[in-house]
C-alpha cells in the first residue's frame, strides 16, 4: 500500500503544480510578489523533481506524460500573461510564449487525430524553453522584491526567452511534420 501511494507522489507533484496555477497568478494581479515567489518557487522546482521521482521509482505513467507538459503550459502561459497585465513585461512577450505554447498543443491534436497515438515525450529543445521560461519568471518576480535587474540584464533575458520559444517551436514543427510525412 504505501509503495503504491509513493509511486503515485510524481503526479501529485505534477497535479499540484497544476492547482499552483491559480494562486500564483492572483497573487501576480495582487502584486504580491513577497509571498508569490516561494509559490512559484516551489512550483518550478517541482517541474525537476516529478520526473526525476517518476523515473527513480520507476512510476512514469501516461498520466503524468501527459498532464506534466500541461500543467507547464497553464502555469507558465497564465504567469506570463498575469506579467504582461500588470506591467512586468510588453505584451508582445506574452503573446509570444502564449501563440508557441498554443501552437505546440494544436499541432500534438492535430497530429493525434490526423495520425493516431504517439508517445509525448518533450524535447531538448523544449526542455531548454520551458527551463528559460521558468528562470526568467522567477527572476522577474525576485526583481520586484529585492531589484537587481539591470534593463541590459531584462533584455537579455526577455530575448533570451523568445530566441528559445521560436527555437523550440520550430523543433517540435519540424519533428511533427517529419513524422506526418513519414
Known amino acids: 500500500m504505501a509503495s503504491s ?21 492572483l497573487m501576480i494581479l495582487n ?14 522546482l517541482s517541474d525537476g523533481v516529478d520526473g526525476f521521482l517518476a523515473r527513480k521509482l520507476n512510476a512514469v ?3 503524468g506524460a501527459i498532464v506534466d507538459p500541461i500543467s507547464d503550459k497553464v502555469l507558465l502561459v497564465s504567469v506570463y500573461v498575469s506579467f504582461a497585465i500588470v506591467g512586468l513585461l510588453p505584451w508582445w512577450v ?4 502564449v501563440i508557441r505554447d498554443l501552437l505546440i ?20 529543445w523544449g526542455k531548454a524553453s520551458t527551463f528559460v521560461q521558468i528562470t526568467f519568471a522567477l527572476i522577474l518576480l525576485t526583481d520586484q522584491v529585492y531589484p537587481f535587474l539591470t534593463p ?5 533575458g526577455m530575448w533570451s526567452l523568445i ?6 517551436g520550430g523543433h517540435y514543427f519540424y519533428v511533427w511534420s517529419k513524422k506526418a510525412l513519414n
Open 105 to 124: 498543443v494544436c499541432g500534438a491534436l492535430l497530429y493525434h487525430w490526423q495520425f493516431g497515438r504517439y508517445e509525448i515525450a518533450p524535447s531538448l
Open 152 to 156: 541590459q540584464s531584462f533584455q537579455v
Open 61 to 63: 505513467s501516461r498520466y
Open 5 to 25: 501511494v509513493i509511486k503515485q507522489l510524481p503526479n501529485m507533484l505534477t497535479t499540484l503544480r497544476l492547482i499552483l496555477a491559480i494562486p500564483i497568478c
Open 163 to 168: 530566441v528559445m520559444a521560436f527555437i523550440s
Open 94 to 97: 506574452a503573446t509570444v510564449v
Open 31 to 44: 502584486e504580491d510578489y513577497g509571498s508569490v515567489i516561494w509559490i512559484a518557487f516551489i512550483a518550478g
